[in-house]
């Protein structure tokens, strides 16, 4: 069986490829299990600072595989929410607090959307078009509900409730994409920018953003006093001393994660 999900590193930045081009890599099960196998390798492999997750070939994900759904309806097979989500995996997907880039090539609608919204950052070409469609098939976008977190309500609003594409330009004027750059200088641009992160110490990155995200359910008493004992924990780690003395000696940081 041939894999629908491809891994691959290059130095302290990973490339992880959605893999079945020929159903403009929608969702089946073995896409979902490869894809959560694939980030929680790379959030537990050493040296790996961030990751860039792509599609081959003109989709970056359609959604789920709804030829699989449909045969499982037809077999009696009930599907749950349960079955893809829990409370520590808000989007289908194991968490990680090391930063993840979205490169969106193409096509990335309803659980395509959602594997982008994943993602810390997002890089579009100019040719994609990202919709969340549940809606037009009697399904829910779980995801969607917390993305008035980051975007407006009215822009949530219309992109389920329409259940339409829209392209990427529109997507960024949205609030929900960083770049967008011609189809030819997406992953130019999306390993410039995981360059930039991993050039950066490892465990700031990754500290910064656990306080980000968990700061958005916090008062902000509770996220300072959150904020000041996680500082003291990177105070002492051996890169928190490295950083100042590679300034001081006029040097290149040298990295352990640790």
């Known amino acids: 069986m041939a894999e629908t999900v491809l891994y691959e590193k290059r130095d302290n930045i990973v490339i992880i490829?959605?893999?079945?081009?020929?159903?403009?890599?929608?969702?089946?099960?073995?896409?979902?299990?490869?894809?959560?196998?694939?980030?929680?390798?790379?959030d537990g492999e050493e040296g790996s600072y961030v990751a860039i997750i792509t599609g081959t070939g003109r989709a970056f994900c359609a959604g789920r595989d709804l030829k699989e759904?449909?045969?499982?309806?037809?077999?009696?097979?009930?599907?749950?929410?349960?079955?893809?989500?829990?409370?520590?995996?808000?989007?289908?997907?194991p968490r990680t607090w090391k930063p993840l880039i979205a490169a969106v090539n193409g096509f990335a609608l309803a659980g395509g959307w959602s594997i982008a919204q994943m993602c810390d950052l997002r890089i579009a070409s100019e040719e994609a078009q990202l919709g969340i469609t549940e809606t037009k098939w009697s399904l829910l976008p779980p995801f969607g509900t917390v993305l008035p977190k980051s975007m407006s309500m009215s822009a949530v609003l219309e992109?389920?409730?329409?259940?339409?594409?829209?392209?990427?330009?529109?997507?960024?004027?949205?609030?929900?994409l960083n770049k967008v750059v011609p189809a030819d200088q997406l992953m130019p641009e999306a390993l410039?920018?995981?360059?930039?992160?991993?050039?950066?110490?490892?465990?700031?990155?990754?500290?910064?953003?656990?306080?980000?995200?968990?700061?958005?359910?916090?008062?902000?008493?509770?996220?300072?006093?959150?904020?000041?004992?996680?500082?003291?924990?990177?105070?002492?780690?051996?890169?928190?001393?490295?950083?100042?003395?590679?300034?001081?000696?006029?040097?290149?940081?040298q990295w352990k994660g640790r």
Do not use: H
């Not at 929608?26 to 894809?35: A, G, K, V, W, Y």
């Not at 992109?159 to 929900?176: C, E, I, K, N």
């Open 192 to 253: 410039k920018m995981a360059g930039q992160i991993a050039e950066n110490a490892p465990l700031a990155t990754q500290y910064f953003k656990e306080l980000a995200y968990t700061g958005q359910n916090m008062s902000t008493e509770d996220i300072c006093a959150m904020t000041y004992k996680m500082y003291d924990q990177l105070l002492a780690t051996e890169d928190s001393k490295e950083g100042p003395k590679a300034f001081a000696e006029k040097r290149k940081p």
């Open 17 to 42: 490829t959605l893999n079945r081009p020929a159903s403009l890599n929608s969702i089946n099960r073995q896409l979902r299990r490869e894809l959560g196998e694939a980030i929680e390798r790379f």
């Open 69 to 93: 759904r449909a045969a499982d309806n037809a077999e009696g097979v009930q599907a749950k929410a349960s079955d893809s989500m829990s409370p520590d995996r808000p989007f289908m997907w």
């Open 159 to 176: 992109l389920v409730l329409t259940a339409q594409p829209v392209s990427a330009q529109r997507a960024y004027d949205m609030g929900f």
